[in-house]
């Protein structure tokens, strides 16, 4: 016996006439008075089954108590449909099966939620992940998964990289978030950490001469979860020896393109731009900035060094928006709430209204110079941000896209690949007051900025670099240092002992000193570069079983409690058990 002659999204008129066996899912039971109509169902689309009790009175039986999501067998012959009843948004719809026989090979209790019911609340869809997992959209989803997987992997391979796996139980490898830990019975009171990324091994397996390595890596990272963000994703974790920056860049762009001839789209064109750090920092006030509208910042300071408005001349740094719209006052109001939220104490504007007045309460103090620098055309509104540069750039970046999205003016239609290179090296974290690492502290250092290791960190550029996609941030990469006494420094400059750096980090200083050769490369975010290539707005459409904001799987309760037993086994006591 065999279970299926054809899928449910085969049959063609080609094949009328002809016997034929299908199983699927119920999708549909439609009774007309002893006649039923069941729409059988795979993923490849449905088949209509007709069961006629004048055909088969055994089949009309079984029919009677068939109910959705039912699974069912039915043989009997592919029978060209009347044209009255042909359907033409149906694949299969010009034929239809006249069933022999009909077997409920498993039956269905009665569904939490219909497959094809809008708006189901995401816990409940989880709890019954494989209901959810049947709907054409995820369907869709963990399949363009799969199609983009598998075009990386044969891109990847035909430029001679090696898939090389590492361990899941490691020591805490630093990305900038918190590690799970995994206790371990035969030494009870010490830890594995679950790796926040392979990095340190893959920097190995440089030293070590497989000098093109890649694998699709799960990471770990105890963060709080969002819309592109859960607790284990998956990343394109690639690394080369003797290699440049561009070299790097260019097998990165070659996964993208690779995904998008997979999916048959029109992949975009290679080289992806690039722009330096500070400058997208100045002009879009982001690191990750969305390149799909214009709308750039520009700068005042200059002109407001004498300004006789104190918040412009006491500033550091004085930045605009000319926003195309002469925004009223209540919208300003709404604009400066969320300018605060951002971190401004303020939002002064100029309104340029239809027939070229100007309206602001700041106007009067400005000069002719400051005017003629800050001019718009009517219908405009210039927006102005004052402070630090950095605090500047936040808030008024934040703005621009929120002006973006607010006034139409994205082109959905655009695919803004870029890569942001030249970042700091270092970053000043206000609440230890100490030097940290911009992405991770095995980034090599910008050519003839090594001195600035001790004497200005925060000058020091890197050899890092992002690759972002309409705004958001796929993944980073870096060369990396290469050299022990380089890294010593930089583990100095971020704060170690020497004593720390070689407990922590010994292994790599040892490997380091072995004949390292020069290296470098990237992870990129695999399941939320599917994300977009779904065109979802939330990584949990594209990973099958992920857990909600919470940090909880709906579907198995996990985390949950364990036994006092294996608790004491691994030398763990519980100081509250009862957590709040
Ligand atoms: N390990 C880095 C990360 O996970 C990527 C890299 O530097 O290759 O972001």
Not at 158 to 180: I, Q
Request: with cysteine.
């Amino acid at each position: 016996m065999s279970w299926r002659d054809l899928m449910c999204g085969e049959p063609r008129p080609d094949h009328v006439g002809q016997t034929l066996t299908l199983a699927g899912w119920a999708d549909t039971r439609r009774d007309h008075g002893g006649l039923v109509f069941v729409d059988l169902r795979d993923h490849t689309g449905v088949t209509q089954l007709v069961i006629n009790p004048e055909r088969s009175s055994a089949a009309a039986e079984a029919a009677k108590e068939v109910r959705n999501e039912f699974v069912l067998r039915a043989r009997g012959e592919l029978v060209a449909r009347a044209p009255e009843t042909v359907n033409a948004a149906m694949a299969t719809g010009e034929v239809e099966l006249h069933v022999d026989e009909l077997e409920i090979v498993s039956r269905s209790t009665p569904l939490p939620f219909q497959l094809d019911e809008e708006g189901v609340d995401e816990t409940t869809r989880l709890r019954y992940r494989w209901l959810d997992l049947r709907t054409d959209r995820m369907q869709r989803n963990l399949r363009l998964s799969g199609v983009v997987v598998s075009a990386i992997r044969r891109r990847m391979e035909e430029l001679g990289f090696v898939d090389l796996w590492t361990p899941s139980m490691t020591r805490a490898t630093p990305e900038g978030a918190r590690d799970f830990l995994v206790p371990v019975r035969l030494q009870p009171g010490t830890f594995f950490a679950l790796p926040q990324s392979p990095q340190i091994f893959k920097q190995l397996f440089m030293i070590s001469g497989f000098d093109r390595y890649y694998q699709i890596a799960t990471c770990f990272r105890d963060e709080d979860l969002r819309a592109d963000r859960q607790f284990e994703f998956r990343q394109l974790d690639v690394e080369l020896a003797f290699a440049e920056r561009e070299d790097v860049l260019h097998v990165l762009e070659e996964a993208v393109r690779a995904s998008f001839e997979a999916l048959e789209r029109e992949p975009p064109p290679a080289p992806f731009s690039r722009l330096g750090w500070d400058e997208v920092m100045r002009r879009f006030g982001s690191d990750k900035p969305d390149l799909r509208f214009d709308l750039e910042i520009q700068d005042g300071t200059d002109v407001t060094r004498a300004s006789q408005f104190g918040v412009f001349a006491d500033a550091p740094c004085v930045r605009f928006l000319v926003a195309p719209k002469a925004f009223t006052r209540g919208e300003l109001a709404r604009l400066e709430e969320l300018a605060k939220e951002w971190g401004a104490k303020g939002l002064a504007y100029l309104v340029v209204d239809e027939s070229g007045e100007v309206r602001s309460p700041i106007a009067k103090f400005l000069s002719e110079t400051e005017r003629a620098a800050f001019a718009a055309p009517p219908g405009s509104t210039v927006l102005f941000g004052a402070g630090e540069a950095r605090a500047v750039a936040r808030v008024l970046g934040l703005l621009r896209l929120h002006l973006g999205q607010e006034l139409g003016l994205v082109d959905e239609s655009r695919n803004e690949f870029l890569w942001v290179i030249d970042f700091p090296l270092f970053e000043w974290d206000d609440d230890t007051e100490t030097w940290t690492f911009s992405h991770h502290p095995f980034t090599g250092v910008a050519e003839g900025h090594d001195e600035l290791i001790e004497t200005d960190p925060g000058a020091a550029l890197s050899m890092a670099y992002d690759l972002v996609w309409n705004g958001i941030e796929l993944g980073s990469g870096s060369i990396r240092i290469h050299r022990q006494d380089v890294q010593q420094r930089v583990f100095r400059a971020l704060g170690l002992t020497d004593e720390e750096a070689q407990e922590k980090f010994g292994f790599l200083l040892d490997a380091l000193r072995m004949g390292a050769p020069p290296h470098g490369g990237f992870a990129m975010g695999l399941d939320r570069f599917v994300m977009l290539v779904a065109g979802e707005p939330n990584i949990r459409e594209v990973i099958a079983f992920p857990k909600v904001s919470s940090g909880s799987d709906p579907l198995t309760g996990a985390p949950a409690p364990v036994a006092g037993e294996q608790l004491r086994e691994l030398g763990i006591r519980l100081v509250d058990e009862t957590p709040a």
